[in-house]
């Protein structure tokens, strides 16, 4: 079986590196991009070397449109023509009201969770158009559609942004054989609550979950490697909601 190679930002840590795991099993040889922990990097891609798939590690911040040419030259040179790209990475920033953020927070979060989506699907759309195929999923939030007030309206609004991008670059490219979906966590139990200020977030909000529970990132990672797959190959310009009814 011919193994696809996939670009997956945010590759390190939480779901971006339970997607990486998830997509080796699946048959894809990944490049892991990080921004700051290389040797949680390494590690995920020793993970995706185990599963028997190809893997290498490209320090990027997708808001640097120089970095995310390295990481699609990387990716092509070392692994071989990109067929998918999942847009992980991404910043909440400090949990708040927005009249008490700080703009350099909140140009941080556009620049990261909209410009750097932006800057590598552009990469993405260029290669794959080229070969007539390729899949690209991008990691939403359900905070679009919450709106997420008094926690990070401004992370909300920039995920409203990627739901747009997602329909719109659906459309775009859906003539070249390109697909392009989203999927929409809500409340999933990884490090991100801590590095934002609030580690007890998880279990503290479980209780207005439907499923009265936060979510795993392996069940998020099952939802992108199903629109990664051609058991969804009639699906596009989608939105797959992962956030236990909320």
């Not at 040179?77 to 847009?87: I, M, W």
């Not at 899949?135 to 309206?153: E, K, M, R």
Request: glycine share 10%.
């Amino acid at each position: 079986m011919k193994r696809l190679v996939t670009v997956v930002t945010g590759g390190s840590r939480g779901i971006g590196a339970a997607t990486c795991r998830r997509l080796a099993e699946d048959g894809h040889d990944v490049l892991v991009g990080y921004l700051r922990d290389a040797d949680a990097a390494e590690d995920v891609a020793e993970a995706v070397r185990r599963a028997g798939a190809r893997s290498v590690c490209v320090r990027a911040d997708t808001s640097v449109e120089a970095d995310v040419e390295r990481l699609f030259t990387a990716a092509e040179e070392q692994l071989g023509p990109v067929a998918g790209l999942v847009n992980n990475a991404g910043v909440t920033g400090p949990f708040g009201r927005l009249a008490d953020s700080d703009p350099a927070d909140l140009r941080r979060i556009v620049e990261v969770n909209l410009l750097g989506t932006l800057l590598c699907s552009r990469r993405a759309a260029r290669v794959m158009t080229a070969r007539g195929n390729g899949v690209i999923v991008n990691v939403s939030s359900a905070a679009a559609t919450l709106g997420s007030p008094g926690d990070y309206v401004h992370y909300a609004a920039t995920k409203a942004a990627v739901d747009a991008l997602t329909l719109g670059l659906a459309k775009e490219l859906g003539p070249d054989g390109i697909r392009v979906n989203a999927v929409a966590p809500g409340v999933i139990d990884t490090e991100i609550h801590a590095r934002s200020g609030d580690p007890d977030r998880p279990e503290r909000l479980a209780a207005s979950i439907p499923l009265r529970r936060a979510g795993r990132p392996e069940e998020v990672a099952a939802a992108i490697a199903w629109l990664m797959s051609p058991e969804a190959s009639y699906a596009t310009g989608t939105v797959v909601r992962v956030s236990g009814g909320r």
